[in-house]
């Protein structure tokens, strides 16, 4: 499911104007067809109801509130959006279904997923949208910068707020590889072959045994097939444990 694919034939479709025609947002609404409408999304459009808006391949996807404003109004309707919510989700379903297309009200910004996001896919620049909630995640990243580039932890739904236990650096050694530790302080530099006993990404601390003596140690993952210990790995997790602190 891909948000914000606002169709660039919305206008080659759209009925005659009429004449700035006030609407009213839906509280609830049904799509099966795969494609979101201003029918869909409207009360009131009458025939600029067959206006095409997006089209949704998926369960589900998230409207951008401006680009829509913009479309009901080259289609001759009137949204005046009072209320300054600035994403619109559209759930999809069957028949009957009670899924509706929800208006976010709330007062707090927050970032959001535009779509649905399968555990280990990489967060993309337009996976994430700015929207309103209740209430903020405490982990809550402040900039899309945080999030882009990261890797689900596990299956995410648009329109949820980004919360930092969702994601994780994008995983660059494996259970089983063999990568190289290093050890740097005060002029020493050591190094040693270990096996990764589990999987990290970039940040990320690793349990490692040393392939010559057998031991466990812990080191923090730098690169494919690299890893850090001493005062190098302390100062990353360091800043890796503050990343998401600002807000």
Do not use: C
Request: no cysteine; net charge positive.
């Amino acid at each position: 499911m891909r948000s914000l694919i606002i169709l660039a034939a919305a206008l080659a479709f759209a009925g005659p104007a009429l004449a700035g025609q006030t609407v009213t947002l839906k509280a609830d609404t049904v799509d099966s067809d795969g494609m979101v409408t201003l029918g869909d999304l409207f009360d009131g459009a009458g025939a600029a109801g067959h206006t095409p808006v997006a089209a949704k391949p998926g369960a589900g996807i998230v409207l951008d509130a401006a680009a829509v404003q913009g479309i009901a109004r080259r289609a001759g309707l009137d949204w005046a959006n009072a209320e300054g919510i600035r994403k619109i989700v559209v759930r999809g379903g069957g028949a009957g279904s009670a899924n509706a297309t929800t208006a976010t009200r709330a007062n707090v910004d927050v970032l959001t997923y535009a779509r649905n996001l399968a555990a280990g896919e990489i967060v993309q620049p337009a996976d994430v949208i700015w929207g309103k909630a209740a209430a903020a995640p405490a982990d809550a990243p402040s900039d899309p910068d945080m999030v882009i580039g990261m890797a689900a932890k596990r299956a995410l739904r648009a329109g949820a707020s980004v919360s930092a236990r969702d994601i994780g650096s994008a995983q660059v050694i494996k259970l089983g590889d063999i990568i190289t530790v290093l050890y740097e302080a005060e002029g020493v530099s050591l190094a040693l072959q270990g096996k990764a006993m589990g999987a990290a990404g970039v940040g990320e601390t690793l349990s490692v045994q040393n392939t010559a003596s057998k031991k466990i140690i812990q080191a923090v993952v730098t690169g494919p097939g690299q890893a850090i210990v001493g005062p190098a790995a302390d100062q990353m997790k360091t800043v890796r444990s503050t990343r998401y602190a600002v807000r």
